[in-house]
């Protein structure tokens, strides 16, 4: 009794389809998997980020004067 079996999930899934339709279903899967990509995108550049400074490295002193 605690634990669902396939016949349970397949019954959700209909009522989640029935209620919502696959077009909304594909949408929001697309979304989340844009989402999901845009988020290891923005840790890859954090993670090159911290290697380079961030803009211009002024020197104390200057050759020309």
Same mark, same amino acid.
């Given at each position: 009794?605690?634990?669902?079996?396939?016949?349970?999930?397949?019954?959700? =899934?209909?009522?989640? &389809?029935?209620? !919502?339709?696959?077009?909304?279903?594909?949408? /929001?899967?697309? #979304? =989340?998997?844009?989402? &999901?990509?845009? !988020?290891?995108?923005?840790?890859?550049?954090? /993670?090159?980020? #911290?290697?380079?400074?961030?803009?211009?490295?002024?020197?104390?002193?200057?050759?020309?004067?």
């Amino acid at each position: 009794m605690g634990s669902f079996s396939i016949w349970h999930w397949l019954i959700v =899934l209909l009522v989640v &389809v029935l209620i !919502f339709g696959t077009k909304k279903l594909r949408n /929001a899967g697309g #979304d =989340l998997g844009s989402a &999901v990509r845009n !988020f290891k995108e923005g840790m890859k550049g954090e /993670a090159d980020k #911290d290697d380079k400074p961030a803009g211009r490295v002024i020197d104390g002193e200057s050759e020309k004067k």
